[in-house]
């Protein structure tokens, strides 16, 4: 009864121990290369790193296979840091054997898989060879967790009784076993079917693969294994050559990967764990390096940040020096829709050099990661990360270090910074408006009170202005004393000055609208140009007129008109010495008047420019008028729903535009000109 229950014991401890397996261990000669790769060691061992796939020392270690599936994302380096090395064996140890016969017997069948996926034309050679080399997972997963057991299960030749071993100490067989820890870890179906269905015990349910066409392939590999010196179930093959070529060839190839021992004699636990320390530490470097190098992106990027940057050029800025993580593939940094500058901006992408981000790239996906840059303002961003299929580790990076604090306290600086920037720009353009909306004031007010003058000084001096005149006029009737008639002319003259005074301050403040009526521009143009003609040549002053689809009736007013064209005219004569030019254009375009009046004066100064349209004005000296000309012409256009703009330069001349909306002429007074001009 006690050698039973031992027995028993014995059983449900290996079971435990097997379903208490996570992963497969490692090679020693793969943990070397890996951290010789890494290194950039030139030892011989390291130059194996430059070997084809297939080639490698690792691309023999079903352990390490087993582990780059399911860990496709991970740094080679941490598989070296987390899995145990296959314990060291003497050569001569049965131990040893039995791995060697295992791991040939393994090579073999993942060799005869990628020589048979390749000879049918797939396109994954090298996918069948890891396939194969992962068919025996149950045998390893045993030898892992008991060499001894090993030993017993291979020095067993009945099939049958190595059966009911299986049973009596796993409670299962070992293809089940392949299958039940292929799920477990979370294989990939191509796995568990190669790990379960690859023996001649599975041929009645081959039909129970995902793919059986890939698992026929797997299972024609075992079949050719079976029949070489490192059969699992035939004493007979392993003492005899085959004969058929392709097996010859295959044998050959095993011998020539397979020469030294599966469990280096040479490791040592000491070595195990500085080896895997080694690997922590190297992956603690290149972490330390990567962040190093990403804050220095950072620095370099806000030392080139100027005073004036946007929110929009700062996020084009930020996305391109998030392209320059070696993860990153393609990165957009956008503001939230709180923040300035919310727009999405194109999504730069990384073009070979970390430095060199290139055209956004045509992608529809979402990204892989999303980093929320909320600092101290309310107003936040996010990084968009498009990255690389081994780098879902990467947003845990960089949200578990400052470098995520630091770009989030950027942000909220350059977000802050905008806002007070559109704060003072609103205060500016509150300022200015209220500036305009004073002037106006005033300028109405001013007028205003210049009515009231004009009104009680035209109400106060028209009588006696009457009265001096009708006495001038009675007195120059009666006399014949030419000294008398003149000094009565004179008086005349300037109590009709005082009048006409008088009558454009009236007109000034308060200003009659508009008289619309029937009118051809280029009659009244050319009749102040006449006028204007008379007086340029009393002073040696070339005037030239260019009228140009003036001709057609228009609905205006002619006397705005007239009154414009004299008041830019007399303005250009006054302002233009002797030998001088004055150029008047006039235009039909678009349903107006365009009408620009040019002369080669002396131009006008910063302060005649600011006071130019003020009334009372006048830059000439004193005694040639009020000033108040171009102040009445600017008045006619404003009611005629024009405007009048002058350019000028100092010693260059001065040149005023003005345009004047003219008006269609309604259809029953065109009806009324043409029969006025027929009869």
């Known amino acids: 009864m006690r050698g039973q229950s031992g027995r028993k014991s014995a059983t449900q401890d290996l079971r435990l121990r097997v379903e208490a397996l996570e992963h497969l261990p490692i090679r020693a000669v793969t943990a070397r290369q890996v951290l010789a790769s890494a290194e950039g060691d ?59 016969l295992i791991w040939r017997h393994t090579v073999a069948v993942g060799l005869a898989a990628r020589t048979i996926a390749r000879d049918r034309g797939e396109s994954d050679p090298d996918g069948y060879q890891r396939l194969g080399m992962l068919h025996g997972l149950g045998l390893w997963a045993v030898a892992a967790a008991d060499p001894d057991w090993l030993v017993r299960w291979l020095g067993e030749p009945d099939l049958q009784a190595r059966l009911r071993l299986e049973r009596a100490h796993l409670g299962t067989d070992l293809p089940d076993l392949g299958r039940r820890l292929a799920e477990r870890w979370g294989c990939e179906p191509a796995v568990v079917d190669a790990a379960w269905l690859h023996g001649p015990s599975s041929e009645p349910i081959k039909g129970a693969a995902v793919d059986p ?100 050029s700062w996020a084009a800025r930020a996305g391109m020096v998030w392209c320059s993580e070696p993860e990153v593939t393609a990165a957009r940094v956008a503001w939230t829709p709180s923040a300035p500058g919310a727009s999405t901006g194109p999504v730069p992408q990384r073009n070979g050099a970390l430095d060199r981000p290139a055209c956004p790239p045509s992608r529809s996906g979402r990204p892989a990661a999303t980093i ?36 989030a306290s950027w942000a909220s600086f350059v977000a802050a910074r905008s806002d007070l920037e559109a704060r003072l720009q609103a205060v500016v353009a509150s300022s200015r408006d209220h500036v305009s909306a004073e002037s106006q004031r005033l300028t109405a007010a001013k007028l205003d009170a210049l009515a009231e003058f004009a009104a009680g000084a035209g109400h106060e001096l028209n009588n006696p202005l009457a009265v001096i005149v009708g006495r001038a006029q009675l007195l120059l009737g009666r006399s014949t004393d030419p000294e008398l008639r003149r000094s009565l002319g004179i008086i005349l003259n300037q109590a009709q000055r005082t009048h006409r005074i008088l009558r454009d301050l009236m007109f000034v403040a308060r200003p009659q609208p508009p008289r619309l009526r029937a009118v051809r521009p280029s009659e009244v143009l050319r009749t102040s140009v006449a006028w204007a003609r008379e007086s340029c040549s009393t002073q040696d002053i070339a005037l030239t007129a260019d009228i140009e689809g003036a001709d057609a009736p228009a609905w205006a007013d002619p006397d705005v008109l007239g009154q414009l064209a004299d008041t830019l005219l007399r303005n250009a004569i006054q302002a233009t010495a002797a030998g001088g030019e004055i150029n008047l ?91 006025d001009r027929v009869a």
């Not at 081994?390 to 470098?403: I, K, P, T, V």
């Not at 235009?587 to 009046?597: C, I």
């Not at 002369?599 to 302060?607: F, P």
């Open 585 to 675: 254009q006039a235009r039909v375009r678009d349903g107006e008047l365009r009408l620009s009046v040019a002369d080669s004066g002396r131009g006008l100064s910063t302060q005649d420019a600011s006071h130019i349209l003020d009334p009372f004005y006048c830059g000439r000296q004193a005694g040639r008028g009020l000033g108040l000309g171009l102040s009445r012409a600017a008045r006619v256009l404003e009611l005629a729903g024009g405007a009048l703009t002058w350019s000028s330069m100092p010693g260059q001349g001065t040149t005023f535009f003005a345009l004047l909306p003219l008006g269609e002429v309604p259809d029953e007074i065109s009806d009324r000109v043409r029969s």
């Open 372 to 407: 929320l840059l909320r600092g101290g303002s309310p107003a936040s961003a996010e990084v968009q990360l498009w990255c690389d299929p081994h780098a879902d580790g990467l947003r845990a990076r960089l949200e578990q270090n400052e470098l995520a604090s630091a770009w």
């Open 42 to 100: 030139d030892s011989p061992s390291s130059a194996a790193g430059s070997l084809k796939p297939g080639r490698r020392p690792e691309d023999l270690d079903p352990g390490w296979i087993l582990g780059r599936m399911l860990t496709a994302d991970a740094d080679p380096l941490q598989l070296v840091a987390d899995r145990p090395w296959w314990p060291a064996a003497d050569a001569a140890a049965s131990r040893a054997e039995s791995f060697q």
């Open 213 to 312: 066409a890939r698992n026929a392939i797997i299972r024609e590999a075992y079949r050719w294994a079976e029949t070489t010196p490192w059969s699992l179930s035939s004493a007979a093959h392993r003492e005899a050559m085959p004969q058929e070529p392709h097996l010859r060839i295959l044998v050959a190839e095993v011998q020539s990967r397979c020469g030294t021992l599966f469990a280096a004699a040479d490791a040592t636990a000491h070595e195990e764990a500085l080896s895997r320390r080694h690997a922590q530490m190297s992956l603690r470097l290149r972490a330390a390096e990567d962040q190093c190098a990403s804050q220095g992106r950072l620095l370099q990027a806000i030392s080139a940040s100027g005073p004036t940057e946007t929110p929009e």
